[in-house]
């Protein structure tokens, strides 16, 4: 089976960094994905890990670290638009490849 | 740009009633999954198709809950009868496979409330 942790919330300031981190454990591995969610809507692809390192994509990032079971999404020049949950999710290599995805984090960016 | 479709948007019943979610996934995708969504959680996935082909449910309540993709291209999620905890958002999500970087497409989502 598979375990994702990452915070409930974070709050953070306009035009700051942010780091959310997201801890799994699972029987099989295939990959982590990070997705956003504002509320009342559905949730929108932002990164695909499969490798160790870091994948940098405009002012989001995301890190895999597959030894350690950590991942963790960085944001920069934080905009109020970016407030909004924060879903890790990581896909299973057994079966059909199942998206497992965490509770989210609620992050809140302020003036 | 190509999007998935999700209908009706919101739908009040009262417990012991039935209700159908309709799903239409992107053109050409194989695979599409079925979560439900409860406030503050994650999506959790309820049925993955690949094609018509049911591929897991292992965590549909199979008393109440039935999916099917018949010609493998849109697809409908029956509640019967719908209980008060089943209230939540029902999400549908396409992707070209199963497999590795496939992303998923989420729909906007059914939200449903039952009295």
């Known amino acids: 089976g598979q375990n994702i942790d990452q915070p409930t919330e974070m709050t953070a300031t306009e035009g700051a960094i942010v780091q959310i981190n997201c801890t799994y454990q699972?029987?099989?591995?295939?990959?982590l994905f990070w997705y956003q969610q504002h509320a009342g809507e559905a949730p929108t692809f932002l990164s695909y890990?499969?490798?160790?390192g870091l994948e940098e994509k405009g002012r989001f990032s995301s890190f895999l670290s597959r030894s350690k079971g950590y991942s963790y999404l960085l944001l920069k020049e934080l905009q109020m638009k970016d407030s909004a949950s924060y879903l890790c999710?990581?896909?299973?290599?057994?079966?059909?490849?199942?998206?497992?995805f965490g509770k989210g984090t609620m992050l809140l960016v302020s003036p | 740009e190509a999007e998935v479709a999700q209908s009706p948007r919101y739908k009040i019943t009262e417990k012991s009633q039935a209700v159908a979610f309709w799903c239409d996934p992107i053109?050409?995708?194989?695979?599409l999954y079925w979560y439900r969504q409860i406030l503050g959680q994650g999506p959790e996935l309820l049925v993955q198709?690949?094609?018509?082909?049911?591929?897991?449910d292992s965590q549909l309540p199979k008393d109440r809950f039935s999916a099917e993709r018949l010609k493998g291209v849109d697809s409908t999620l029956k509640i019967q009868p719908a209980e008060l905890g089943d209230s939540a958002m029902y999400l549908c999500?396409?992707?070209?496979?199963?497999?590795?970087?496939?992303?998923?497409?989420f729909g906007p989502g059914t939200r449903l409330t039952v009295l």
């Open positions: 999500a396409s992707s070209l496979g199963g497999g590795g970087a496939n992303e998923q497409f």
């Open positions: 699972t029987s099989g591995f295939n990959g």
């Open positions: 890990n499969v490798l160790d």
């Open positions: 999710a990581v896909k299973s290599s057994t079966g059909y490849s199942t998206l497992t």
């Open positions: 053109s050409g995708h194989a695979t």
């Open positions: 198709f690949q094609d018509e082909s049911v591929v897991d």
